[in-house]
């Protein structure tokens, strides 16, 4: 029998966000940039509130918008999250709240008691900061609007279901527009900084007129550490992309392009700890007191160039989407660039028998990116990747 492992499709679900209703009751609440959704809120609160004083016997109807503006999220998936949260926290935390002020009235000792214990339970539930400290809040509602009859309390909850049920409302009709450009935006800043360190180190690596000290390290290695922040704003994008889809009749056209995003940021995730992997490496060879490396600062130099031209072709160009622009050219500067890498590997290994090794397996680095980028563009569908993403190329 075989031992192998059953291969998988790569289709970049393991980076897509699980949309499970154990998530949804973490959600926080986003903040809202756009004035459109600024005057939804704005146009639900009111409405809201008009129902409720409307409906409702008691003087305002207060619970009622109140609860619209802290359940209205940005998208269907959070304002169902936000939803769940703070309906069941704050009708829960009104009803307790008003059978204790109706049993034992309003004193220090009695806000005391209703205090600790909604914030012990709310501590216990499986819920955001948000959605614990909304029956905290709600019981401080009940205590400064007084207590009132049982009926009173009861419309309380009322309100409390009103106002959510006009805030899901307002989200739905008609839901947000996923935005797919801000996630290639973080897409494109990711490609800029790495293309960006490619070039740096090409620069900077064998300028230092005098040996670098122990302990300090090339300016470029400031650019590395801040490929990780680029690709967590990435991330982040791509998770709030996913979310905007959820139960979003408004998404559904673009549903099917969140596989091929999910791969794109892995990819480019990949090539990013593979860059970062030469800039540690060159950073601890080049400007050091000692013996220089077999690869000189010119040819390492060199190779970044090539390996940046390499990028723009894979990656695309400035402004343009982070798509491969033309398959046979990706190949072609590829196999090239292979090709020198092994050259030198070669000449290194003739020439500094035994004192190549840092610099071989710097080559070695440089080479597996060069891989990478060539299986960017190319969707697996189980075949053996490796392979696959290097057509004609000497191996």
Same mark, same amino acid.
């Given at each position: 029998?075989?031992?192998?492992?059953? /291969?998988? *499709?790569?289709?970049? +679900?393991?980076?897509? @966000?699980?949309?499970?209703?154990?998530?949804? %009751?973490?959600?926080?609440?986003?903040?809202?940039?756009?004035?459109?959704?600024?005057? /939804?809120?704005?146009? &639900?609160?009111?409405?809201?509130? !008009?129902?409720?004083?409307?409906?409702?016997?008691?003087?305002?109807?207060?619970?009622?918008?109140?609860?619209?503006?802290?359940?209205?999220?940005?998208? @269907?998936?959070? &304002?169902?999250?936000?939803?769940?949260? +703070?309906?069941?926290?704050?009708?829960?935390?009104?009803?307790?709240?008003?059978?204790?002020?109706?049993?034992?009235?309003?004193?220090?000792?009695?806000?005391?008691? !209703?205090?600790?214990?909604?914030?012990?339970?709310?501590?216990?539930? @499986?819920?955001?900061?948000? =959605?614990?400290?909304?029956?905290p809040v709600a019981v401080l509602f009940v205590f400064a609007l007084g207590a009132g009859s049982w009926d009173r309390d009861a419309w309380r909850i009322i309100d409390v279901a009103i106002g959510g049920a006009i805030g899901i409302l307002a989200v739905y009709? @008609?839901?947000?527009?996923?935005?797919?450009?801000?996630?290639?935006?973080?897409?494109?800043?990711?490609?800029?900084?790495?293309?960006?360190?490619?070039?740096?180190?090409?620069?900077?690596?064998?300028?230092?007129?005098?040996?670098?000290? !122990?302990?300090?390290?090339?300016?470029?290695?400031?650019?590395? /550490?801040?490929?990780?922040?680029?690709?967590?704003?990435? /991330?982040?994008?791509?998770?709030?992309? &996913?979310?905007?889809?959820?139960?979003?009749?408004?998404? *559904?056209?673009?549903?099917?392009?969140?596989?091929?995003?999910?791969?794109? %940021?892995? +990819?480019?995730?990949?090539?990013?700890?593979?860059?970062?992997?030469?800039?540690?490496?060159?950073?601890?060879?080049?400007?050091?007191?000692?013996?220089?490396?077999?690869?000189?600062?010119? *040819?390492?130099?060199?190779?970044?160039?090539?390996?940046? =031209?390499?990028?723009?072709?894979?990656? =695309?160009?400035?402004?343009?989407?982070?798509r491969s622009a033309s398959a046979a050219e990706v190949d072609a500067l590829a196999a090239a660039l292979d090709t020198r890498l092994r050259r030198i590997a070669d000449e290194l290994a003739a020439d500094h028998p035994g004192h190549v090794l840092e610099s071989v397996a710097l080559l070695g680095r440089i080479q597996y990116v060069v891989r990478q980028m060539v299986g960017f563009g190319r969707i697996s569908t189980g075949e053996d990747e490796e392979e696959e993403a290097?057509?004609?190329?000497? *191996?």
């Amino acid at each position: 029998m075989s031992s192998e492992s059953p /291969r998988q *499709r790569d289709d970049g +679900r393991e980076i897509l @966000p699980v949309l499970r209703l154990s998530d949804v %009751l973490l959600q926080r609440p986003a903040a809202f940039k756009s004035p459109w959704q600024a005057l /939804r809120i704005a146009v &639900a609160v009111t409405a809201s509130w !008009a129902v409720g004083a409307w409906i409702s016997p008691s003087t305002f109807g207060i619970f009622a918008p109140l609860t619209t503006l802290m359940v209205i999220g940005a998208s @269907p998936w959070s &304002a169902l999250g936000l939803s769940v949260q +703070r309906i069941l926290g704050t009708a829960g935390g009104v009803l307790a709240a008003s059978l204790w002020v109706n049993w034992v009235g309003i004193s220090w000792w009695s806000v005391l008691i !209703a205090m600790a214990v909604s914030l012990l339970v709310a501590s216990r539930l @499986p819920l955001s900061l948000g =959605g614990q400290f909304q029956i905290p809040v709600a019981v401080l509602f009940v205590f400064a609007l007084g207590a009132g009859s049982w009926d009173r309390d009861a419309w309380r909850i009322i309100d409390v279901a009103i106002g959510g049920a006009i805030g899901i409302l307002a989200v739905y009709l @008609p839901p947000s527009r996923p935005n797919p450009e801000k996630f290639e935006a973080a897409l494109q800043v990711y490609r800029e900084d790495i293309c960006g360190l490619l070039a740096t180190a090409a620069v900077e690596c064998g300028s230092h007129s005098t040996p670098i000290p !122990a302990g300090m390290s090339h300016g470029f290695v400031t650019q590395s /550490r801040g490929l990780r922040s680029a690709a967590e704003k990435a /991330r982040s994008e791509l998770v709030s992309l &996913a979310e905007s889809h959820a139960f979003n009749p408004r998404g *559904r056209h673009l549903r099917a392009d969140l596989e091929d995003d999910a791969i794109r %940021l892995r +990819r480019l995730s990949g090539m990013g700890v593979q860059i970062r992997g030469i800039a540690g490496a060159a950073n601890l060879q080049y400007d050091r007191a000692g013996e220089p490396p077999a690869l000189t600062s010119d *040819r390492f130099a060199s190779l970044m160039g090539d390996l940046e =031209g390499l990028a723009r072709a894979a990656l =695309g160009e400035t402004g343009a989407p982070v798509r491969s622009a033309s398959a046979a050219e990706v190949d072609a500067l590829a196999a090239a660039l292979d090709t020198r890498l092994r050259r030198i590997a070669d000449e290194l290994a003739a020439d500094h028998p035994g004192h190549v090794l840092e610099s071989v397996a710097l080559l070695g680095r440089i080479q597996y990116v060069v891989r990478q980028m060539v299986g960017f563009g190319r969707i697996s569908t189980g075949e053996d990747e490796e392979e696959e993403a290097l057509p004609g190329m000497v *191996r």
